[in-house]
Every structure is written in C-alpha cells, then in structure tokens.
C-alpha cells in the first residue's frame, strides 16, 4: 500500500489524494524553504465536509512535504496509524514543517475562539466573559492545553478525531435527511389544517399524484451490478457493450489515477441512475433526496465490495466482486421512494418536540416582555425620582438667591454696612441715640433727672410734683 494510501485510508481521506498527488515529491529536496505561495495554497481536494475540514488537509499537506515523514508513513500500516505510532514520526520532520504546523494549529485555534465568541454573542451572553479553555475542551482533536505549538498528541488526537467524525458522518447526514424528510411533511400537514374542505380535498390528490408521477421511472439498475456499470460504459463512455472489460472499467473511472475507487469516484458512477429518478425542473422531484439516493448506493457498493474496509475500493477488490453471483444476477434496488423515511411514532415524537420548542420560544417571549416591561417601570420610578431631585436642587437655588446680600462694591477696609445692623442695639457701654430709650430699662426721675431705683418706680410716679 502506497503511503499516501496508508495515511488517507486511516483517514478516511480518499479526497485528499487528487491534491498530493498533484505535489511533485522532488519539491523539498531541492528547496529547503517552501516557496510562499505554495506555503497559503489551500488543498483544491474535495471537502471531507468535517467542520475543521481545512486544518486537516493543510496538516496533511504539509507532513507531506517532508521526506522522512512519507518514509515512515510508507512503512507504517492502518492498524499502527491508528494507534498512533505514526503520530510519534512528528518529532523528526523537519523544522521548517514543524514551524508552520505550530502557525496552522495557532490560526485554528484563534479561528476557534472567534467561533466561540460569535456563538457566545449571538446567544446574548455580552456581559459575561467566555471561558475559552473550558469550551475548547470540545473539540477534542487538537490538544487545547498548548494552543501555540503542534505536537505529537496534536497529530495522534487529529488522526483519530477524522476516523472518528467520519465513521459518523454518514449516519449523521442520514439523520439529517429524516428530519429533513419530517419537517416537510409536517409542513404539508400545518398546510392541509388551514385549508378549506374542498381545498384540501384538492391538495390531497395533487400530492398523491405528484408521487405517483415520481414513482414512475424507469428501471433502476442494482448500484454496482454488472448492468449497472455496462450502462455507464455504454452512455457515459460511449464503448459497445459488447467490450465490457472490468479490469479497463476501473481504470476508466478510478478518475485520480491512484488505483483505488474512493467514495467520490464511486458516486460519480451512479449519476446515470439517478437521472432516471431525478429531474431538478420536476415538481416531483426533490434534489434532496436524490442526494440521500446516491450516499445509500454508496454505502451499498462499499459494504459489498470494501472486503478489508478501508473505505476505498482496490482493482483487486473490485475484480473479485465482478466474480460475484450478485454482479452477475442482482435482485431489483429498492428506491427511496419505496422506503420508508419514518415511522408515524418518529413522525409523531417529531411532531411533539416541535410543539415544545414553540412552546420554549413563547414561555422565553413571554419572559423577555416580561422583562422588558419591568425596565420599563423601573426606567420610569429613575426619571420620576431625577425630576424630583431636579425640583428640589431648584427650589435650594432660589432660596440662596433670596437669602444671599446684594452685590456691594467695596473700597479699601471699608466695611460694608448691613441692613439689619440698623435694627440692632449699640454695644452696652455707649449711650443711646436720643429717643432710642424704648426700652423702660431705666426709669429716669423726670424733676431730677437722676435715675431711680426699679423698686421705688411706682413712687417715683406719685412724687411727681403736681403742678397747679
Ligand atoms: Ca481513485
Ligand atoms: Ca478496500
């Protein structure tokens, strides 16, 4: 097994090999340093559909590029790749590599927390500051702990994060199809409610004859059976049937040249299949679910044909299938359309989550008005509360202003004189401006003129000599 095999087979990566094979090896054996531009070239390999897709082939795309580590990778079997002895080679590749692998693991993991941080955002948590090293710990296939150098462990988690995930992808776009498949008849379904009787009656029979109209296709060949690929030889490639040669099949369609047919390579060969079923300008024809139609015959073909189940298709492989009853005599393909997509239990759980995210969505509406409608009253009690305090610094501001002396220009040591000094009484010692005795204090003998004691006042006033 060639070692850009070994690699991709453990990685599921049959894509990536259009790309390394289109690195000539010579590349670093002359050239010590890695030309710029072919250093920001983005693997043009079909996506892996994986969402850290472009970090793994440019990881790929660079241990490429080293001599030893293809040596290695030569000699190093799946099972081994898999248990990360491979992984270990990482600490004798060339420095240059290891650089840029540190730079493309320092980009994903900013490219990581800007994610983060959308999400964070969108999720309308502004105010509190996001843990990144907690929410990295999820993706679990670069080593989160050391954000700035690639390492050993960052190749070992890589290699079988990708196994992982992509054992699991098809399951998970067959999932997605489900829901897909759900939520469009529940659809139909909301629609129908709102119809009237002899509307609905209409759209009934529209749709049963819509499904009629796409069930009626002509044969579908079994994906992988001998009639199958003739009709691809004798269409697609033009040649006599008559000439039907496997071995010359393969070669024709095993597009990159690499001796294997990998998933791509296979689908493409069930395009003629599918058009039979499938035309996007049918009302009656869902695109979707001609996509769904190409990944089940591919997981057939694989399943059939795969024997040591790494996910590629050998010519030797291929021929011992060619040797196979079911090549020669397969039963009939069941179509999509003759599946069923869920049961009415799914279809009713389905329903039923549905009618609790509505439910969510309502209950966190109603919180947020509810919400909204007390910042409302509490944005009102502050205004009332400033305009009172407002009136009140006003009401202490002309207080002062009435309160305060008028503006007396003053000259030299001058002192200004008060108003109120006027209403007030002279210092003790000096004696009072005439008329200024309001004050009875002192009773004066008016014949004398000598002051007379307080206790003898009332005699004071009958001593008054009475004049005649
Ligand atoms: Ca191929
Ligand atoms: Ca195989």
């Not at 003629?272 to 979707?288: F, G, H, Q, S």
């Not at 009713?348 to 009618?355: A, D, M, N, W």
């Not at 009332?384 to 008028?406: D, G, N, S």
Request: include cysteine.
């Amino acid at each position: 097994m060639s070692w850009i095999k070994a690699l991709t087979a453990c990685l599921v990566l049959s894509s990536l090999l259009s790309s390394s094979q289109s690195v000539p090896i010579s590349v670093d054996k002359t050239k010590v340093k890695v030309p710029e531009e072919q250093v920001q070239e983005i693997p043009q390999s079909v996506d892996t559909g994986l969402h850290y897709d472009r970090y793994l082939r440019e990881v790929i795309d660079f241990l490429e590029k080293d001599q030893h580590f293809r040596e290695k990778l030569q000699n190093t079997g799946i099972e081994d790749i898999k248990q990360g002895k491979l992984a270990k080679e990482l600490d004798f590749v060339s420095h240059h590599v290891r650089t840029k692998l540190d730079e493309l693991k320092r980009q994903e993991v900013s490219r990581l927390r800007t994610l983060i941080k959308a999400k964070h955002d969108m999720e309308g948590g502004n105010d509190v500051a996001v843990d990144h090293q907690a929410v990295l710990k999820q993706f679990e296939y670069l080593n989160h702990m050391n954000p700035h150098t690639f390492e050993v462990e960052d190749l070992d988690r890589l290699i079988r994060s990708a196994t992982k995930d992509l054992e699991n992808y098809d399951k998970e776009r067959h999932e997605e199809f489900k829901k897909y498949e759900m939520m469009k008849e529940h659809e139909r379904r909301e629609h129908l409610k709102s119809l009237s009787e002899e509307n609905r009656k209409k759209e009934e029979e529209h749709y049963e004859e819509m499904k009629k109209k796409h069930a009626d296709h002509p044969k579908i060949n079994h994906p992988g059976s001998q009639n199958q690929l003739k009709e691809v030889w004798e269409e697609a490639d033009g040649l006599d049937p008559d000439d039907f040669d496997p071995k010359t099949f393969f070669n024709l369609h095993d597009s990159n040249g690499d001796g294997f047919f990998d998933e791509q390579e296979l689908e493409a060969l069930f395009t003629k299949e599918l058009e039979k079923i499938y035309d996007p300008a049918n009302e009656e024809d869902d695109m979707v679910e001609m996509e769904e139609e190409r990944l089940r015959m591919r997981e057939h073909v694989m399943n059939e044909v795969d024997t040591n189940k790494d996910r590629l298709v050998s010519l030797d492989e291929f021929l011992m299938a060619t040797k196979k009853k079911e090549f020669l005599e397969p039963d009939s393909w069941e179509t999509l359309e003759q599946t069923q997509a869920y049961t009415e239990e799914e279809m009713r759980e389905f329903e039923e989550h549905l009618i609790r995210q509505e439910q969510d969505l309502i209950q966190k509406t109603a919180e947020l008005q509810q919400q909204r409608d007390e910042l409302e009253r509490q944005q009102e009690q502050l205004n009332a509360q400033k305009k009172e305090l407002q009136e009140a610094v006003e009401h202490m501001e002309r207080l002062k202003i009435q309160k305060a002396p008028p503006e007396v220009h003053v000259e030299g040591n001058e002192v200004p004189e008060s108003p109120n000094d006027q209403h007030q009484a002279p210092p003790e010692n000096q004696p009072l401006p005439p008329g200024h005795q309001d004050v009875p204090a002192v009773q004066q003998d008016l014949s004398h003129g000598q002051p007379l004691p307080q206790d003898s006042h009332p005699n004071v006033i009958q001593d008054v000599p009475q004049v005649p």
